[in-house]
């Protein structure tokens, strides 16, 4: 099964900005999504944003206009850059992904991945 690394975390000031990476190793399926969720301390995990194999991305309502998926042409990597940062950004990210065949799939929902990344920490003060 596949294997997620995050990395690119850190601490910034208000307004700030931070990449996070995600790489991608071992089995995959053709037909995968990849999403960046994340969690604060004492609240549920929240979807960030999603990338399809086709290309196809999506973003909470949180984070549009500020936060922007990415990939490398391999596929192997994807990263989420965060502009204007706000101190509630603050929280562990994690990258995920699985197979996301039909139409019912909730590119957004923790419950629909099975595979995880460590997560790293971004702290906005």
């Known amino acids: ?3 997620l690394v995050e990395s690119g975390g850190g601490s910034v ?3 700030g900005s931070l990449r996070l990476s995600c790489a991608a190793s071992g089995y995959r399926t053709n037909t995968y999504c990849m999403a960046w ?3 604060a301390p004492g609240k549920d995990r929240e979807g960030v944003g999603s990338i399809k194999y086709d290309g196809s991305i ?4 949180a984070v549009k206009g500020r936060f922007t998926i990415s990939q490398d042409d391999d596929k192997n990597t994807v990263y989420l850059q965060m502009n ?3 101190p509630e950004d603050t929280a562990m990210y994690y990258c995920s992904e699985d197979r996301c065949l039909g139409g019912s799939f909730r590119y957004l929902e923790p419950y629909e991945y099975n595979y995880w990344g460590q997560g790293t920490q971004v702290t906005v003060s």
């Open 1 to 3: 099964h596949v294997q």
């Open 84 to 86: 204007g940062l706000k």
């Open 13 to 15: 000031q208000t307004g």
């Open 58 to 61: 999506k973003y909470a309502e």
């Open 37 to 39: 969720f994340r969690q």
